[in-house]
């Protein structure tokens, strides 16, 4: 039982800006930019504006797998964008991603720019772009498969355990029962198909991992919103042994850094235009730093 009186819904829904909890400053029920702001363009074909959250990792770790294969067209410059300081709403990202939402790239390869937004399109554009991490043969649906199943649950977890465990400004028992048991689900789901494949498409690594592990592989090792215990993340044994076998990749550790700001400063690579800037210039290492 609770004295907090049953909510009626009113005829028409307003806006209330106090409400949201954390992160509520940068929700808001209209689109468009709030201010004017051009993007800055570096010096190589692909040009990334993002942050270190898992859609943000999904491509980083992609550029850096491409890069690692070989595929020397993938150099990148990846700006960093702070969404808690509203950088999203800026009039250029608006421009590259009208859903004000990172990550978003422009492709400026061609004779023409390509922008190119949602995560999952960006992992796709790429894997055809480069002929790199998505089959050819008859598993390439079985990899589209779990790319477009990973884009379709990850809100779940992301806007909704996320949100109502993490970051409502109080804790309420339904709604955190109701995403934690389609969370479960879910997980249920990703471990029975790991019990039989070593990667979600088959015995090769492909962008349905890339996309899947910032997510899935977190948060059962305890990595976000601190659930791993509440939803027993160590009993889904196979995404454990996936996630670890992923987060090994030289790649991986590498995609990791680029564009986060928060955490161990030798873990922070605020910006990314070099791959040498993975040795001379994490947080540990600016300027900023020393004083």
């Known amino acids: 039982m609770t004295d907090t009186p049953a909510y009626t819904p009113p005829k028409v829904w307003t806006w209330e800006k106090e409400s949201g909890g954390r992160f509520a400053s940068i929700n808001r029920p209209i689109a468009g930019p709030t201010h004017d702001k051009e993007l800055p363009v570096g010096r190589h074909p692909l040009q990334l504006y993002s942050l270190a959250t898992p859609n943000g990792v999904k491509v980083t770790v992609m550029l850096e797998e491409l890069l690692a294969a070989g595929h020397t067209g993938a150099e990148y410059d990846a700006w960093l964008i702070r969404i808690n300081e509203g950088d999203q709403f800026g009039s250029g990202f608006v421009g590259v991603n009208p859903n004000s939402k990172i990550p978003a790239l422009m492709d400026r390869s061609g004779p023409t720019p390509i922008r190119v937004f949602e995560s999952g399109a960006i992992l796709l554009h790429l894997a055809d772009k480069f002929g790199a991490f998505i089959p050819t043969d008859a598993t390439r649906a079985e990899c589209l498969s779990w790319l477009m199943w ?3 649950s990850a809100p779940y977890l992301g806007g909704g355990f996320g949100h109502f465990y993490a970051y409502a400004p109080e804790k309420w028992e339904y709604p955190i029962n109701r995403y934690a048991m389609e969370v479960k689900r879910q997980l249920d789901v990703l471990d029975r198909r790991l019990a039989e494949s070593e990667y979600l498409a088959g015995s090769d690594y492909t962008i349905a991992d890339m996309a899947t592990w910032p997510w899935y592989g977190g948060v059962v090792k305890g990595l976000m919103y601190g659930a791993g215990e509440f939803l027993d993340g160590p009993s889904y044994k196979n995404i454990v042994r996936w996630g670890d076998q992923i987060s090994q990749r030289p790649a991986v550790k590498r995609g990791i850094m680029v564009n986060r700001a928060w955490g161990e400063p030798a873990g922070q690579l605020p910006e990314r235009h070099e791959a ?16």
């Open 150 to 152: 990973l884009m379709g």
């Open 276 to 291: 040498s800037d993975f040795d001379t210039k994490t947080a540990d290492k600016l300027p900023a730093a020393a004083e």
